[in-house]
């Protein structure tokens, strides 16, 4: 029932928002990990605004294990995400929206 | 130059760190960055990207690990982890050259007791190297001492003795023997008295009373008359009234004794000497070999010795300008090879 309801909230959310929203978000929101956390967890590794962008990039147009930042544990229990279908433009375009929504420089006090 | 303060920034930059590990674990909730009154900081990524900066100079090289520009020290350290995705964290503090003034202070410190250790060393060392000159200067010493000493008694009983005997009631042949040994014996008691003087001058405090030079001079002439007679020398005497000077009696008969040993000694064969005693002046002329003009000025150097004809030790014009000098008088030498010298005083 769950599963059915999930399901449909993403197709009803597939006709909503800007690329990232409708290819990254509505699938994290359900399959997790939290975008954010995750966000971080690139920033922690990879630190600059052009090193995160081309570890997001090399990850979704080839996911595997290696390049994966989630935990060994995670990836046994849930595997590694699928190849994202974008196009080079449309998948660059969703890592630039990503990372305006949650980068650092600029919004530090 | 930087070890004193770099464990103060270290302190610093892992204040800096603490903090931006907070601000990352709290998934940019909370993004205030810290603030301190001692030092100001400033955040990189990893491509020399500024992400957050409180510098004044913005200018950093990242590439250092503590470099100073103007009167700023930059410290920079890089955190175990890009929390925010910092990898480079920049302290900025004020140089109040607190480390020059240490340095300096060191310098002095450690430079002033190395001094007086090696002065210490140098001092034992150089006791110890010296040890044995010492031991020879001091037998030399004693010897001299005490063959001066020695030489008083049999000097006085020659001279003493030679006083005695009247020379009108000895043949002319023994007369000439006897006047020879009093030449001799005032000789050597000249010597026996310059050496005394210079080894007990400085021991010997001087008497001051108002010395009769005309008296004076005409004692010591009188004495050397037999030395100048053996030399066929003629004293010229332009002493006519009574001359005085507050002085040591017995050292200013050694300064008169010795100028006019010295006009006896280098005196030719059949010589004057000419004493003019006035007011306030005193002149003692030869008519002897003289001295080039170039070496007056060391004639009253000790062991000073122009002319290795006659005998003596160099001693006797030390002596007379050492005198001079306690009584304040001008010594002034006039002399012209194979015309002679002359002596003038002034006080």
């Keep these: ?109 | 130059m930087f070890s004193q303060i770099r464990p103060k920034l270290t302190e610093y930059a892992k204040d800096v760190i603490y903090r931006l590990k907070e601000m990352h674990q709290s998934l940019g909730e909370d993004l205030h960055y810290p603030r301190y009154s001692g030092f100001k900081s400033a955040i990189y990524d990893a491509d020399h990207v500024k992400i957050f900066s409180l510098l004044e100079n913005n200018s950093v090289k990242l590439d250092k690990v503590i470099y100073k520009t103007g009167k700023k020290i930059h410290f920079i350290k890089e955190p175990d982890a890009y929390y925010l995705g910092t990898k480079y964290v920049v302290i900025e503090v004020e140089d109040n050259e607190e480390w020059l003034k240490n340095t300096i202070k060191n310098i002095f410190i450690f430079g002033f007791l190395f001094l007086i250790f090696m002065g210490f060393i140098g001092y034992f060392l150089t006791k110890l190297f010296l040890k044995p000159m010492k031991e020879s200067f001091m037998l030399l010493d004693n010897f001299i001492k005490d063959t001066t000493h020695e030489l008083n008694t049999p000097i006085s009983a020659i001279l003493a003795n030679i006083e005695t005997i009247d020379k009108h009631k000895i043949d002319e042949k023994l007369q000439k023997k006897i006047n020879r040994i009093d030449i001799a014996a005032r000789t050597i008691s000249n010597i026996y008295q310059d050496l005394t003087y210079l080894i007990l001058h400085k021991k010997i405090s001087s008497i001051i009373e108002n010395v009769n030079l005309k008296e004076l001079l005409l004692q010591r002439v009188s004495y050397f008359k037999i030395l100048a007679q053996s030399k066929k020398i003629d004293f010229v005497l332009n002493i006519n009234e009574d001359i005085f000077i507050e002085a040591d009696k017995k050292k200013m008969a050694k300064l008169i004794d010795n100028i006019l040993s010295n006009a006896i000694k280098y005196n030719r064969v059949g010589g004057k000497i000419y004493i003019t005693l006035k007011d306030r002046y005193l002149s003692i002329k030869d008519t002897g070999i003289g001295i080039p003009k170039e070496k007056i000025k060391d004639m009253f150097k000790r062991y000073k010795r122009f002319n290795q004809s006659e005998g003596g030790f160099g001693i006797g014009l030390n002596i007379v300008y050492m005198i001079a000098k306690e009584f304040s008088i001008d010594i002034e030498i006039k002399s012209k090879e194979k015309e002679g010298t002359e002596v003038i005083l002034r006080w």
């Design chain 1, 1 to 109: 029932m769950v599963k059915i309801v999930g399901i449909l909230l993403l197709l009803v959310s597939l006709g909503f928002g800007n690329i990232y929203e409708k290819n990254c978000v509505n699938c994290h929101k359900i399959f997790g990990p939290d975008l954010k956390k995750l966000f971080f967890a690139y920033l922690l590794k990879y630190s600059s605004e052009k090193r995160v962008k081309k570890a997001l990039y090399e990850y979704l147009k080839n996911p595997n294990p290696k390049k994966s930042i989630m935990p060994k544990e995670y990836l046994k229990l849930k595997g590694v995400k699928k190849r994202s279908k974008l196009s080079d433009k449309e998948l660059k375009k969703a890592i630039n929206i990503y990372w305006e929504k949650y980068r650092v420089i600029g919004r530090i006090k």
